[in-house]
């Protein structure tokens, strides 16, 4: 069973930083692409930040030179630095990766239980 698993999220004063992590485990025989997602009360969840198994990025504009992805492919893992914190970035922050389980040939997509950041102004 294919699990991802973030954590790093938390409360931090507007202007402050958090790196979230994620890792994916179980029976994977591949992962292509990952990314951060996140949703705020109330708003529909919304692309964050991707990263292609090659290193290549795609940021939203709301983000973009705040954030900084990258990956570890030997870890399995996909982190989210975030500079310069504003209380609009305050939301639950998901994991998602495209996955190819050991059970299959087939790609499908993975989500982590979510991780909270709250930032205060």
């Known amino acids: 069973q294919v699990q991802l698993v973030e954590s790093g999220g938390g409360l931090v004063q507007a202007g402050g930083s958090l790196r979230l992590s994620c890792t994916a485990s179980?029976?994977?025989?591949?992962?292509?692409?990952m990314g951060w997602y996140r949703q705020a009360p109330g708003k529909r969840r919304e692309l964050v930040a991707t990263?292609?198994?090659?290193?290549?990025?795609n940021y939203a504009d709301s983000v973009k030179g705040r954030f900084a992805i990258s990956r570890d492919n030997a870890e399995k893992t996909v982190y989210l630095q975030m500079n310069s914190l504003i209380p609009e970035d305050t939301g639950v922050y998901y994991c998602?990766?495209?996955?190819?389980?050991?059970?299959?040939?087939?790609?499908?997509?993975?989500w982590g239980q979510g991780t909270q950041v709250t930032v205060s102004s």
């Open positions: 179980g029976s994977i025989r591949s992962i292509n692409g």
């Open positions: 990263i292609t198994i090659n290193g290549i990025t």
């Open positions: 998602n990766a495209n996955i190819m389980p050991v059970s299959s040939y087939i790609w499908r997509d993975y």
